[in-house]
């Protein structure tokens, strides 16, 4: 699947690492070239310095053949049948949601999650394998 990533934060970085590995076609971008960093040595994807708002740089990254963009920064509307966009506020997130962008609200989610913990005495499984309580495999790389 070819995938654009905009933003290149720990979660950027860290999905964009994870999805490269399981073998998608990963473009990440970031205005920072020290963002890039969070990449590590064995990412074999692509990541370009520029700006996810502007319209040569998202050409570039190859949007016009992405099966899924994902946004990590402020919100932006790419031409593509798939967006997400991660957001912590959950009004504007509610918002985003009702103009038909998926979302991903960080604060529902931590709060849900949290919610789960008090009621169960532990957190649910989460799909696709990826741990409630971290993942330290990426110290090796610090």
Same mark, same amino acid.
């Given at each position: 699947m070819n995938i654009i990533i905009v933003g290149c934060g720990r979660v950027g970085a860290r999905l964009a690492s994870r999805l490269a590995a399981q073998g998608h076609n990963v473009t990440i971008l970031d205005?920072?070239?020290?963002a890039f960093l969070r990449l590590g040595t064995?990412?074999?994807?692509i990541s370009?310095?520029?700006?996810?708002?502007?319209?040569?740089?998202?050409?570039? #990254?190859? &949007?016009?053949?992405?099966?899924v963009v994902i946004a990590?920064?402020?919100g932006h509307k790419f031409g593509v049948s798939r967006v997400v966009a991660r957001l912590h506020d959950p009004v504007?997130? #509610? &918002?985003?949601?009702?103009?038909g962008i998926e979302t991903l609200c960080t604060t529902t989610v931590i709060e849900g999650l949290l919610e789960c913990y008090v009621r169960n005495n532990d957190f649910p499984t989460l799909p696709c394998e990826v741990p409630v309580y971290g993942d330290a495999s990426e110290l090796s790389a610090l």
């Open positions: 205005e920072s070239r020290e064995d990412f074999s994807g370009i310095q520029g700006s996810g708002l502007e319209v040569e740089i998202l050409e570039r #990254a190859g &949007t016009r053949n992405a099966e990590l920064t402020g504007r997130a #509610a &918002t985003f949601h009702e103009m």
